[in-house]
Antibody, heavy 114, light 107 residues
Framework: EVQLVETGGGLIQPGGSLRLSCAASGFTVSSNYMSWVRQAPGKGLEWVSVIYSGGSTYYADSVKGRFTISRDNSKNTLYLQMNSLRAEDTAVYYC????????WGQGTLVTVSS | DIQLTQSPSFLSASVGDRVTITCRASQGISSYLAWYQQKPGKAPKLLIYAASTLQSGVPSRFSGSGSGTEFTLTISSLQPEDFATYYCQQLNSYPITFGQGTRLEIK
């Protein structure tokens, strides 16, 4: 089955770090354009980052310098390393596949709070 | 950054109605626009890409049109499962941005 499964969310204190994982099945992560999108509670969608098949990466200004997108080809998994977390990073984080995001995971909730 | 403004933000309609949601971009984005449907507690679902191309498996009552700065999503005959929140998204340039959403509720 072609799917994405995010893990790694949880409660973290401001200033802390967390790494999200997005495990893919049924296709190869490294051959695809893969993105992270987040949604704060009760709010709209916010694009966070993208990694191209060639390895190029882009970030939203709100996370640039704090978040890093990467992938492990041997594990067919996408990652989002989140450092210096702030309360405003609290959201459900989704990974998505494709230039138009045609496949999404179920999301993982990150709560930044003391 | 390219801003996307959806109208209306809230829409109340009945089963069988024809509804149109508009998305306006702050600058031209050619046809690099997608539409998503999201239901509570669920991930968004791609409906339309490249402004007017229906994603595989999406019912034909959904259609998209437009280019440049003005785009529309039309549902020709609302079904009960269509009541959800709809977002437009531009993929013309970084940062990728979404509209604020249109919540479609049952009248």
């Amino acid at each position: 089955e072609v799917q994405l499964v995010e893990t790694g969310g949880g409660l973290i204190q401001p200033g802390g770090s967390l790494r999200l994982s997005c495990a893919a099945s049924g296709f190869t992560v490294s051959s695809n354009y893969m993105s992270w999108v987040r949604q704060a509670p009760g709010k709209g969608l916010e694009w966070v980052s993208v990694i191209y098949s060639g390895g190029s990466t882009y970030y939203a200004d709100s996370v640039k310098g704090r978040f890093t997108i990467s992938r492990d080809n041997s594990k067919n998994t996408l990652y989002l390393q989140m450092n210096s977390l702030r309360a405003e990073d609290t959201a459900v984080y989704y990974c998505a596949r494709g230039t138009s995001f045609f496949l999404w995971g179920q999301g993982t909730l990150v709560t930044v709070s003391s | 950054d390219i801003q996307l403004t959806q109208s209306p933000s809230f829409l109340s309609a009945s089963v069988g109605d024809r509804v149109t949601i508009t998305c306006r971009a702050s600058q031209g984005i050619s046809s690099y626009l997608a539409w998503y449907q999201q239901k509570p507690g669920k991930a968004p679902k791609l409906l339309i890409y490249a402004a007017s191309t229906l994603q595989s498996g999406v019912p034909s009552r959904f259609s998209g049109s437009g280019s440049g700065t003005e785009f529309t999503l039309t549902i020709s005959s609302l079904q009960p499962e269509d009541f959800a929140t709809y977002y437009c998204q531009q993929l013309n340039s970084y940062p990728i941005t979404f509209g604020q959403g249109t919540r479609l509720e049952i009248k």
